[in-house]
């Protein structure tokens, strides 16, 4: 059984990435989210004092159906 529940999830048909948007169901409110990125082929991390650092490479097309990019 499943504790995950979906917040959003879209597919860039153009690059075939996808990305999930869910959240632990036993968790609180005030709890993460999670996102889990799919078809990417380009990843980084880096650790610093700070904590971790993770840049990912994802298309346009899917930055858009995440409303990641700023109005045209």
Do not use: Q, W
Request: proline share 6%.
């Amino acid at each position: 059984m499943s504790t995950k529940a979906s917040l959003n999830y879209c597919v860039d048909e153009a690059s075939g990435m996808a990305a999930h948007l869910y959240e632990e169901c036993l968790l609180p409110e005030d709890a993460p989210v999670y996102l889990t990125l799919i078809g990417v082929e380009e990843v980084s991390f880096d650790t610093t004092r700070m904590g971790t650092e993770v840049t990912v490479a994802i298309s346009r097309g899917l930055a858009e159906k995440l409303n990641l990019l700023p109005p045209k």
